[in-house]
T-cell receptor
Framework: GDSVTQMEGPVTLSEEAFLTINCTYTATGYPSLFWYVQYPGEGLQLLLKATKADDKGSNKGFEATYRKETTSFHLEKGSVQVSDSAVYFCALGYSGAGSYQLTFGKGTKLSVIP | NAGVTQTPKFQVLKTGQSMTLQCAQDMNHEYMSWYRQDPGMGLRLIHYSVGAGITDQGEVPNGYNVSRSTTEDFPLRLLSAAPSQTSVYFC????????????FGEGSWLTVV
């Protein structure tokens, strides 16, 4: 079956440091890939997505490229801020028979210190 | 612009009690779903619905019941709460007009003692 594997956290970085959160997947078809972010005490928000190989999703300074050859979708940001402290989830999804189900990784908690 | 609204946000139940988590969306989305989030487990799909009158099981359906009498509402019922159901629950929706983007509610924190 499909699965998503994320690097385990927690990850602690100083402000303005470079961020990479690794995400790899196994899939039986051609899914879309997503990064969701969950700020403390809040629900999940879509951060970025990519729907096909070589697509790059980007938002709020974060970016991730859909790499079919390495089955990866690593999240990067050049300079993190304290406000980026959150839990980040990588996910894949298919549409089929009218439904759309997401398979999530376990999440990576990021803490950014001043 | 309400989006996906869940109630209650926090709830404490005693073992054996029943309750319903409410979920409503105002985007006319066909697809709705419930996930639970547990530490170190990510989010797991409980039940989903592709339209009014149609529901199906996800990865972890046991102990939960759902119905979809209207497009807007998708309540999740715990029939006899157990401590293993202590979790954070998220409702989500998606529509043809949202592409493959799923929108989540803010979550319901449930503790079963």
């Amino acid at each position: 079956g499909d699965s998503v594997t994320q690097m385990e956290g927690p990850v602690t970085l100083s402000e303005e440091a470079f961020l990479t959160i690794n995400c790899t997947y196994t899939a039986t078809g051609y899914p879309s890939l997503f990064w969701y972010v969950q700020y403390p005490g809040e629900g999940l928000q879509l951060l970025l997505k990519a729907t096909k190989a070589d697509d790059k999703g980007s938002n709020k300074g974060f970016e991730a490229t859909y790499r079919k050859e390495t089955t990866s979708f690593h999240l990067e940001k050049g300079s993190v801020q304290v406000s980026d402290s959150a839990v980040y989830f990588c996910a894949l999804g298919y549409s089929g028979a009218g439904s759309y189900q997401l398979t999530f990784g376990k999440g990576t908690k990021l803490s950014v210190i001043p | 612009n309400a989006g996906v609204t869940q109630t209650p946000k926090f709830q404490v139940l005693k073992t054996g009690q029943s309750m319903t988590l409410q979920c409503a969306q105002d985007m006319n989305h066909e697809y709705m779903s419930w996930y639970r989030q547990d530490p170190g487990m990510g989010l797991r799909l409980i039940h989903y619905s592709v339209g009014a009158g149609i529901t199906d099981q996800g990865e972890v359906p046991n102990g939960y019941n759902v119905s979809r009498s209207t497009t807007e509402d998708f309540p999740l019922r715990l029939l006899s709460a157990a401590p293993s159901q202590t979790s954070v629950y998220f409702c989500a929706s998606r529509g043809q007009n949202s592409g493959n983007t799923i929108y989540f509610g803010e979550g319901s924190w449930l503790t079963v003692v």
